[in-house]
Structures are given as structure tokens and as C-alpha cells.
């Protein structure tokens, strides 16, 4: 480790062991040409995977630090320097972005002087290696999330029945030409989209609490829009019932499958248009919804990370909800509309990874308890699922396997439906309780958590 991260004199005083300092995180240097200077990003690597490799606290979070521990404790030296370039990138391949190690589990991420930050170093390197040239095709075809979207949309149900998982011959046939593994269930998609179904303003309920007091835009994000259309229908009916002004906006998606591959100039030029188009609302004291959490985390925290400088990025930000978080504020500020009923069966709700990283509590829960009679559990161990990471040939098998765990978690509670705010989370974990139970244990339904709070007001 750099001597200038550890000595007493960088942090005011003797080294710490660990830090219950409130965590904070740098700005992403993206247009700093030493940002990408591989050599530089292999050294930092270097240093911080020795804090990691003296602690190993995060062992069983992924499959990215087993991947560091062994290489390191099968190196010539059983030290950091018996690894190299070539261990990075199995290490790097792994992560997915999900900033547990750095939120739930390091005691060295910043103030502390050894300043870890595993996740946004792994992002670095994806950007490195791609301003080399090292890129994949069918990642960056499968990130284009609005093409894809539109292309499918007048054709959706030949495009469901082609990426069917049970269309086997022509799932084999896309997995031997795109390592696309035929086993991965794929999102489908609709023909009429949230932003076809939700084109006006919903009226305000005006015997709600909220009546005349809250104007919501509702960020329907690229998943919603184009395959859970219902998710945004459940968000605005929830709202419009408690008297709130709803409207749907969706300019376009937030991006963070370009993040996931380092295309950092993708994802601020994104960043740019899409608060430029909410900035006129979010002046006019318009209140911005998120509806899920990939999408809430890029509005909240990567966007201001990477533009600190832009105004209206900053606003956004600020302005920016998860719909359960919302919920939970409406009730505790206004009270919730009446009409609300007891619903059985019961929910597990998988806290996911990008919820939990925004630091909010598991407010799906706690918005899912205002429901009477339900009976709410929670799960927190990482769907293993990442996006692309969880269909891709290479990588599907270890998203199984860091899945499982919350899997059978889920399968423990009992309940009829699994929810999480995110959606490929939820789909992941339903078809692992489904392949490994096989009738023995029937999956449970999948649901956002608004849409359960929308069925027991009896709006959907």
C-alpha cells in the first residue's frame, strides 16, 4: 500500500483500525486522462485489493472477492504481489456494480485514510479497458435498452416467443452465437407500453390526503416501459388515490448498463438531457418518482458523481424518490387515503442490492406493513442477477450460484409473492426457486411493491 494513504499525517493522527465515519464517495474523474491510464489503475488495484486481502470481511458478498482471495492465497507468494493484470480482470468480471462491499461491509472507504472504494475501482477499470478497445458486442447490443425496446414493441409477441426459454432450439441457437445462455430467463415485452397506457395526467383523488398539497413526475424507467408496464399503472393510480397530481415522463433510460460497462461518456450525456427535461418540474415543485432501483440509484447519487458542476443534475437529484420511499413519506406527512383492505397470503420482499445502496432503509417494507393483515418479511442476501451478468454464458452459472442463498431464504418465509424494486432480481430468484425446487415448492408470484399496495386498494 502508498505510503501517502497510510501515514499518520493523512488522516490527522495515528492510523485508525477501521472508521464509523459516515462513508462518502469521490467524484467519478471521467474526463481526466489519468482516470484511464491503465497502469495507473492496475497499481491502484493493486493497493487496494492488499486492504482487502488483510481483512476479507466481504468474502461472501459475491463471487469477486472468493475470486481475489484465491488468486492471491494460490500466488507464487500468497501476497498481493503473486497477482497482476491478469487476475484484475477475473476478479473485475464478477462485480456487479452492487456497492454492497462498499456501503454494508468495508471499514476502510472514505474518510478513512486507506480510502476503498472496490466498486467505483472496478468501474474505472471497465472504463480504462474500454477506451483500449475492449468491449462486448452482445453486452453493449443488450445495454441499448430503448432500441431494443422500440424494435420489439410493434412485434412483441414473435419476439416473446423467439426468447423464450422454452423455444429451445432457437435459444440454443442464440446462445452458441451470442453467449446468450439459453437457460437465462429474458425480460419480455409488451406492445403497449407505460407510456402508451399513461399519455395524461391522472386525476387526483380529492378526498386525498395529499389533494392539492403534491405534483409527482413519474420516472417510468426503460424496464417499465417497455416490460412491466403494469408497475408504472400501480405507481400513478397508487399516488393519484392519495390526491396527488401524476404524470409519466420518460425522455429516456438512466444508462446504467453503459455505467456497468465503463461507457462513462454514454452516461453523462444522458444524465445531461434527461434533467434537463425534468428541470422545468422539478422548478415548478414537481416531486420526482423512481421505479426501480438501478434507476433511483443512477438519479440520485451516479449522476451527481460524475457531473457535480450541473445544476440541474444536482436538482434532480435532490428532487428524487424510490416510489416506496415516497409512500412511506406521503403517509407519514398527510396520512394514506382511505379505502385501503387487508390482503393475506403473505409477501416476501427481496431488499435489493441498488435499494439498499441508496441508504434509505427497506422502505418496500416499510410501505408493504401499512397494508393491514399482510404478513411482510425481508431478504438481504444479493439476488446474484446484475444485468447482463445474469444471462450471459460466461456468467449465469455464478449468478445462480450467489443467488441461491437468497433463493432458499425465500422458499423459508412461506409466502405467495416475492417482491423486489428490482424487477430482473425478482425474475432471477423466481426461476431459481423454480429449476431447483422443481413442484416440490411452487415459485412464488412476482410484483413490485407498489403493485401490491395498488391491489389492496383495489386500483389494479
Given amino acids: 500500500m502508498s505510503e501517502d494513504r497510510t501515514a499518520p499525517e493523512a488522516s490527522g493522527g495515528p492510523p485508525r483500525e ?28 493493486q ?78 477499470y471497465r472504463a480504462a479497458k474500454r477506451r483500449e478497445g475492449h468491449k462486448e458486442w452482445v453486452r453493449e447490443q443488450l445495454g441499448e435498452t430503448d432500441r431494443n425496446g ?17 423455444n429451445t432450439p432457437l435459444r440454443k441457437l442464440l446462445e452458441s452465437i451470442a453467449h446468450i445462455d439459453a437457460e437465462a430467463e429474458l425480460p419480455r415485452y409488451v406492445s403497449k407500453t407505460a407510456s402508451d397506457r399513461l399519455k395524461g395526467p391522472m386525476a387526483p383523488n380529492p378526498n386525498g390526503p395529499a389533494f392539492g398539497k403534491r405534483k409527482v413526475a413519474i420516472y417510468a424507467t426503460c424496464f417499465v416501459d417497455y416490460n412491466k408496464p403494469d408497475t408504472a399503472v400501480a405507481a400513478a393510480r397508487v399516488l393519484a388515490h392519495q390526491g396527488c397530481e401524476v404524470k409519466l415522463v420518460y425522455p429516456e433510460c438512466c444508462r446504467m448498463p453503459q455505467l456497468e460497462a465503463g461507457d462513462l461518456k454514454t452516461v453523462a450525456g444522458a444524465a445531461e438531457r434527461v434533467s434537463k427535461v425534468f428541470a422545468p418540474l422539478v422548478a415548478d415543485g414537481w416531486d420526482v418518482v423512481a421505479l426501480t432501483a438501478s434507476c433511483g440509484l443512477m438519479m440520485k447519487f451516479e449522476w451527481p458523481l460524475m457531473l457535480p458542476e450541473n445544476k440541474d443534475v444536482a436538482h434532480l437529484s435532490r428532487a428524487t424518490k424510490d416510489i416506496c420511499e415516497y409512500v412511506v413519506e406521503l403517509s407519514k406527512a398527510h396520512g394514506l387515503a382511505e379505502g385501503i383492505q387487508p390482503q393475506s397470503g403473505g409477501v416476501t420482499v427481496h431488499h435489493a442490492c441498488h435499494a439498499r445502496a441508496q441508504n434509505m432503509g427497506a422502505k418496500s417494507v416499510e410501505m408493504l406493513k401499512l397494508i393491514p393483515g399482510l404478513k411482510v418479511d425481508i431478504v438481504e442476501r444479493c439476488s446474484g442477477h446484475g444485468g447482463t451478468f445474469g444471462v450471459m454464458k460466461g456468467t449465469h452459472e455464478v449468478a445462480n450460484k450467489v443467488g441461491r442463498p437468497a433463493a432458499r431464504q425465500v422458499i423459508a418465509k412461506g409466502n405467495e409473492t416475492l417482491c423486489s424494486d428490482c424487477p430482473l432480481a425478482c425474475k432471477h430468484m423466481v426461476q431459481l426457486i423454480a429449476d431447483d425446487t422443481k413442484v416440490e415448492t411452487p415459485a412464488p408470484a412476482e410484483a413490485h411493491p407498489i403493485e401490491v399496495m395498488a391491489r389492496a386498494y383495489g386500483v389494479m
Wanted: charged letters at 25%; glycine letters at 4%; aromatic letters at 10%.
Fill in 18 to 45: 477501521g472508521s464509523l465515519d459516515a462513508p462518502f464517495r469521490r467524484p467519478i474523474a471521467w474526463q481526466d486522462p489519468d482516470y484511464y491510464d491503465l497502469e495507473k489503475v492496475h497499481a491502484e488495484l
Fill in 47 to 124: 493497493r487496494q485489493f492488499d486492504v482487502c486481502h488483510t481483512c476479507r470481511r466481504c468474502f461472501n458478498l459475491c463471487d469477486s472477492f472468493p475470486r481475489m482471495f484465491d488468486a492471491i492465497d494460490e500466488g507464487p507468494t500468497g501476497e498481493i504481489d503473486g497477482i497482476g493484470p491478469k487476475e484484475h480482470a477475473h476478479i473485475a468480471e464478477a462485480c456487479t456494480l452492487c456497492d454492497m462491499c462498499f456501503l454494508t461491509k468495508c471499514p476502510y472507504v472514505p474518510p478513512h485514510p486507506f480510502d476503498i472504494d472496490i466498486p467505483h475501482l472496478i468501474l474505472r
Fill in 150 to 166: 422500440k424494435l420489439a414493441k410493434p412485434v412483441a409477441p414473435i419476439a416473446n416467443w423467439a426468447s423464450a426459454r422454452s
